[in-house]
């Protein structure tokens, strides 16, 4: 029997990424974002319209999207009340959002510089991907968000989690989950696809 709901948030299991883009003075942002998912070497990126994110892909289109593990979890965690905007803007300031120039130093990650793009990329995180914006718009019917498509230029990932052919070995890689608010891993492997 199902039962009709209206929950507060969509989050029905994605993966948590840490997006890294380019503030004006050069330094690096970091933003967890839980809306994003390829097609190809498309990316997709759902990103909130008031955040330092957003602002920094608007006036300088690049940017990384770091996929975490499940054992930063808590490192993730430590971002998710802070925000690059100075000053912070009232609805984030309502939902006790405090700003935070250095991410890198608030969560104890490691700056590793990109090759093709300005924004650095997170050590710590085993997958990470260098991004050309290349579109950004704003649903009619929620102007709260911005859908923003990247194209992927350079994809990196941790030796231990990369087969001998180019290939993610999904028996070594699991990304961070978020899950209705809530941080999982992946369980264990039920199967594959025939394009496996």
């Not at 969509?10 to 890294?20: E, F, K, Q």
């Not at 009340?81 to 000053?87: E, M």
């Not at 999904?170 to 594959?192: A, D, M, V």
Request: hydrophobic share 40%; aromatic share 8%; net charge negative.
């Amino acid at each position: 029997m199902h039962q009709e709901i209206k929950p507060s948030i969509l989050y029905y299991g994605t993966p948590v990424i840490l997006l890294t883009t380019l503030n004006e003075d050069g330094s690096t942002n970091i933003s967890p974002l839980s809306s994003s998912w390829a097609l190809g070497y498309s990316l997709v990126l759902g990103l909130g319209i008031g955040g330092k994110a957003i602002e920094n892909l608007r006036e300088r289109p690049e940017c990384v999207v770091n996929v975490p593990g499940p054992e930063l979890w808590t490192q993730v965690e430590a971002l998710a009340p802070l925000t690059g905007k100075n000053p912070v803007p009232e609805y984030k300031l309502q939902a006790s959002f405090r700003f935070e120039h250095d991410k890198f130093a608030a969560a104890n990650f490691t700056r590793q510089t990109s090759v093709q793009v300005k924004p650095d990329r997170i050590l710590e995180c085993p997958l990470q991907i260098e991004c050309a914006v290349r579109n950004i718009r704003v649903p009619e019917h929620d102007p709260h968000f911005a859908v923003v498509e990247a194209e992927a230029l350079k994809v990196h990932a941790d030796e231990k989690i990369v087969l001998g052919d180019n290939r993610i070995d999904p028996e070594q890689w699991s990304p961070l989950i978020y899950n209705f608010r809530h941080y999982f891993g992946l369980g264990q492997p039920l199967g594959k696809t025939f394009r496996a």
